[in-house]
């Protein structure tokens, strides 16, 4: 049973948005020092303002004795955003984990094994030759639409090779979907990982309802096992009214990406309404700072 539909998962959505941007301010500010990043920030301006002027003047003296200044500054502005990198992994990761674990339509989704048997009951042209084959027939009451083929390859219980591909029943186009793919990199090789990698197809593109589709997926060496993941046509997506610049993507497929760009807009957002409420000097729980005469009034002793 799905805990929501399209609409209703986008509201959750920018929501979760929200209290994930002021629960990461309010974590930035206890303990990311913002203040001094802030602060690191204005002598870093001021410096590069000065390296420019005295550039211009040609003054080099001038200009060696701001980048000395300048050093120290990037070191602790580095080291305050490492600091913070455990707190923000720490609180993104479970978030998206617990959309991705909700997310709609994704229980319909079917998961069945590939097979390098050479048996035509499983679509398979021969055996051992490194593609691992399997059929699913197109019914009356099938989704039409763009559908997702995401092929795995295992060895032992460890993932070592995931990739996708589309193909379209009835209609649908290459925009519709998102494919993920996980292939070793250096750093896995370096550490003894074996390299492996697939490449899912099918025997064709297009399909009606009623047909037969052949999935296949061919693996640079030989697994242990093989399976594949069918999203049966249904997937969260939001359509935004513009494409996104330079991106120029329109479509968002999946959380993940659904939930970074409402989170990056609130943001924009939510320092945009710090900097009205600090200008009225009007202090907000969680979202604007402590207007600084009463911070005063606090730090004073009795």
């Not at 697939?198 to 697994?223: N, R």
Request: hydrophobic share 45%.
């Amino acid at each position: 049973m799905e805990f929501f539909d399209q609409n209703s998962f986008t509201i959750f959505l920018m929501a979760c948005a929200v209290v994930y941007v002021v629960l990461f301010n309010f974590l930035q500010k206890k303990f990311g020092k913002a203040d001094r990043m802030m602060e690191i920030q204005k002598e870093l301006n001021a410096i590069n303002k000065g390296v420019g002027e005295a550039s211009r003047r040609r003054d080099n003296a001038a200009v060696e004795e701001l980048m000395k200044k300048q050093s120290p500054l990037l070191s602790e502005l580095m080291s305050i955003q490492m600091r913070m990198l455990p707190l923000s992994l720490g609180l993104f990761i479970p978030v998206i984990m617990l959309l991705s674990a909700i997310e709609p339509y994704v229980l319909d989704d079917s998961r069945i094994a590939l097979f390098d048997d050479g048996l035509l009951a499983h679509c398979d042209a021969a055996a051992n030759d490194l593609i691992y084959s399997n059929c699913i027939s197109l019914n009356s009451s099938s989704q039409q639409g763009a559908w997702v083929f995401s092929a795995e390859g295992f060895l032992g219980e460890s993932l070592v090779a995931q990739n996708a591909t589309a193909f379209y029943v009835e209609k649908g186009k290459p925009e519709d979907v998102f494919l993920q793919s996980k292939q070793h990199g250096i750093l896995d090789i370096v550490l003894g990982a074996k390299a492996v990698s697939i490449s899912p197809y099918t025997d064709k593109q297009a399909y009606s309802l009623g047909e037969t589709v052949q999935l296949h997926a061919k693996t640079s060496e030989q697994v242990d096992r093989a399976s594949a993941s069918i999203n049966n046509g249904t997937f969260y997506f939001v359509d935004l009214p513009v494409p996104i610049p330079i991106l120029n993507i329109q479509r968002l497929v999946g959380a993940t990406g659904a939930f970074i760009l409402f989170s990056f807009v609130f943001s924009i957002l939510f320092s945009f309404a710090k900097g009205i409420l600090k200008k009225m000097n009007i202090h907000i729980p969680f979202v604007s700072d402590r207007p600084k005469m009463q911070e005063t009034a606090e730090q004073k002793p009795a």
